[in-house]
């Protein structure tokens, strides 16, 4: 249900418990009944602290046994940090929760190709011009979808922003109605809006790696 996963093969793991390994790290599998892994926790410590790099569970029982065996270690260590996917609704399901909640946004993004990017979306039946405004690329200008085609064209366009707007709003982290709402997005037509929603809708956008920042 996230976008943005990394795709690990086998040697990537090695090489990610290896890691772990160095930084003094564990990686503990939980079974469910019929011996299926439902999922995993990596961790690292510290004098200081318990850091879960990653947290991860299939069913419900799961969560709730990962969760258990992190709680198992407060009473050696007064501090556990957790990193989870943004929205996530873990901190409102602990049964005693004292958890501090900070958002760290640490993942960026920029289209570096703007028709390359829209020729990889549905655009079957859009008709629609972008003016994006590139100040340290070569691919500002007017884009023009129409047909399922995308060609360089002229004049303010039905939706105008610069590439920073336009990269948050393809890859999903802002909607077009948070970038209007922000002054970051000018529409000629206000229907405008309700084509960009359905051509870049928000996305639960969630890249993790679990390498060790201890």
Not at 99 to 116: H, I, N, Q, S, W
Not at 171 to 184: T, V, Y
């Amino acid at each position: 249900g996230k976008h943005g996963d990394i795709c690990r093969d086998e040697a990537f793991w090695r090489f990610v418990i290896d890691t772990m390994e160095l930084f003094g790290g564990y990686v503990y599998l939980i079974e469910g009944p019929d011996g299926e892994v439902e999922g995993y926790v990596a961790y690292t410590k510290s004098p200081a602290r318990l850091c879960v790099e990653e947290l991860v569970y299939t069913t419900p029982g799961a969560m709730a046994g990962l969760l258990a065996f992190v709680a198992s270690h407060f009473s050696t260590y007064a501090e556990v940090t957790l990193s989870l996917p943004d929205g996530s609704p873990l901190p409102f399901l602990l049964a005693n929760p004292r958890a501090r909640c900070e958002r760290r946004p640490y993942v960026m993004a920029r289209v570096t190709d703007a028709k390359e990017a829209l020729l990889r979306l549905p655009l079957a039946g859009v008709q629609l011009s972008l003016a994006i405004a590139d100040a340290f690329g070569g691919c500002g200008g007017t884009y023009v979808i129409q047909n399922g085609t995308v060609t360089r064209g002229e004049g303010p366009g039905d939706a105008s922003m610069d590439m920073c707007a336009f990269s948050q709003l393809y890859m999903g982290f802002l909607s077009a109605k948070e970038l209007l709402d922000a002054g970051r997005l000018t529409l000629r037509k206000p229907q405008v809006l309700t084509v960009l929603d359905a051509l870049f809708p928000k996305q639960e956008n969630s890249i993790n790696h679990i390498l060790t920042n201890e």
